[in-house]
T-cell receptor
Framework: EAEVAQSPRYKITEKSQAVAFWCDPI?????LYWYRQILGQGPELLVQ????????DSQLPKDRFSAERLKGVDSTLKIQPAELGDSAMYLC?????????????FGPGTRLTVT | TQLLEQSPQFLSIQEGENLTVYCNSS?????LQWYRQEPGEGPVLLVT?????EVKKLKRLTFQFGDARKDSSLHITAAQPGDTGLYLC?????????FGDGTTLTVKP
């Protein structure tokens, strides 16, 4: 069964350092999402791609966060510089184009700890 | 902003008991999804409901979408320890999903 891949699974970094997360969606899925999930809360959308284009980044803190999906397949989310408040689970999800596009398939996430 | 409120926030029951958790909003959604998330893992899709009043069953889990497509419920019959986890609902409109904060369910053996 196809799965969304994410790496690394865990990351510990010091504040002010740069950190990057990688996501490989299910093959053929046109839409890719990055979410942040703070412990005890539901996922919050950071950025949504349709193929290689950003369709929603309204909640992305653009002064320190950036995301790209250059070839419309895998994606990278970067934080520079990291702050203590960025400690959270970062989830990537993908969905099909058209019918079934509302059903998102999540990767295992990257647990970020900023010290 | 489309908000989803889930209740209860926490639920601890004994194996074999029945339970219902709720997902409520003042917004209308074109579809609503339920996910289950285990600690340290990503959410796993359980079901999608689309039509107002729709009922879907997945083994011991029964999902219902409200007639007005603003709310939903998840009922578990004869809960088992393997049902333990965070249950999230997500309302979707125009390709964008808004998640609730979930119900954390613990089923004790």
């Amino acid at each position: 069964e196809a799965e969304v891949a994410q790496s690394p699974r865990y990351k510990i970094t010091e504040k002010s350092q740069a950190v990057a997360f990688w996501c490989d969606p299910i093959s053929g899925h046109a839409t890719l999402y990055w979410y942040r999930q703070i412990l005890g809360q539901g996922p919050e959308l950071l950025v949504q791609f349709q193929d290689e284009s950003v369709v929603d980044d309204s909640q992305l803190p653009k002064d320190r966060f950036s995301a790209e999906r250059l070839k419309g397949v895998d994606s990278t989310l970067k934080i520079q510089p990291a702050e203590l408040g960025d400690s959270a689970m970062y989830l990537c999800a993908s969905s099909r184009r058209g019918a079934g596009s509302h059903e998102q398939y999540f990767g295992p996430g990257t647990r970020l700890t900023v010290t | 902003t489309q908000l989803l409120e889930q209740s209860p926030q926490f639920l601890s029951i004994q194996e074999g008991e029945n339970l219902t958790v709720y997902c409520n909003s003042s917004s209308v959604f074109s579809s609503l999804q339920w996910y289950r998330q285990e600690p340290g893992e990503g959410p796993v899709l359980l079901v999608t409901v689309v039509t107002g009043g729709e009922v879907k069953k997945l083994k011991r889990l029964t999902f219902q979408f409200g007639d007005a497509r603003k709310d939903s419920s998840l009922h578990i019959t004869a809960a088992q320890p393997g049902d333990t986890g965070l249950y999230l609902c997500a309302g979707t409109n125009a390709g964008k999903s808004t998640f609730g904060d979930g119900t954390t369910l613990t089923v004790k053996p």
